[in-house]
């Protein structure tokens, strides 16, 4: 059965653009093309390219891949500290949506510049934040999160320490994208049912491709686990919430 997805997580590797190694790691190449090969029979209409680690703050990139992928595609971007207000609005007119901070394995700004930065991208430009992160951060950065106007957290959190402090903050309204099941270290299941019930427009699904470094990459398959975990409430973490998330659509019930 092929269902409506916002592909809330994925990302773009493509050689004509900066690449800087992550600890001695570049991924190969995956282009915009060669994604939407990929997800051509999983029905996805819209999503957002994510920058990795190995981007850095390079945007030349991101702006191709939108350019390419449509108008229902929106991007999520490593943003210096430096970044002018003028930019900050060029990167939103181009379809720039959220600012990354990576502090699971770096590649943007550092946990210091998050309340200024944030603030100010939102103020600015409308752009949200995104966080990549061990839920073992959680407590030391709840203030930091719960302060900031509109927030989403990658991979389920990663660890299922801090279940607390999560779920906390999914009740104030953070979003959690139910991506990268292969490199969570987490019951899936259990955790999707969890933030579910806590909110159930928090959950937001993406397959995380090409699933760089993951043990266990993405399987279309994945999708069907949000599906049967969730039954008649799955369109909302599968497109609804994402695609509202991200400003294209409202909530899908």
């Known amino acids: 059965m092929t269902r409506r997805i916002f592909d809330s997580h994925f990302h773009i590797i493509d050689s004509r653009f900066p690449l800087v190694p992550n600890n001695g790691y570049l991924p190969p190449e995956f282009t915009a093309t060669d994604y939407l090969r990929s997800v051509s029979d999983l029905g996805v209409a819209g999503g957002a390219v994510v920058s990795g680690s190995f981007q850095a703050f390079d945007q030349s990139y991101l702006l191709d891949a939108l350019a390419t992928l449509g108008p229902m595609f929106v991007g999520v971007a490593n943003i210096a500290e430096t970044t002018s207000n003028d930019e900050l609005l060029r990167l939103a007119e181009a379809g720039v949506r959220g600012v990354r901070f990576n502090l699971y394995r ?146 899908s019930r």
Request: glycine share 8%; charged share 25%.
């Open 106 to 251: 770096g590649g943007s700004e550092q946990i210091d510049s998050i309340s200024s930065l944030g603030r100010r991208a939102w103020d600015v430009a409308g752009m949200h934040v995104e966080f990549y992160l061990d839920a073992n951060d959680l407590v030391e950065l709840e203030p930091v999160i719960a302060a900031l106007p509109k927030v989403s957290i990658d991979h389920l959190g990663m660890t299922s320490v801090h279940r607390d402090v999560l779920l906390r903050l999914v009740s104030r309204g953070v979003r959690v994208k139910a991506t990268g099941f292969g490199r969570v270290q987490l019951d899936v299941a259990s955790t999707i049912r969890e933030l579910h019930r806590e909110n159930p427009e928090a959950l937001m699904f993406g397959t995380d491709l090409p699933s760089t470094r993951a043990r266990v990459p993405f399987h279309p398959g994945d999708v069907e686990v949000v599906a049967d975990i969730l039954a008649e409430d799955a369109s909302l973490a599968l497109y609804g919430n994402g695609a509202h998330f991200y400003g294209l659509l409202p909530v």
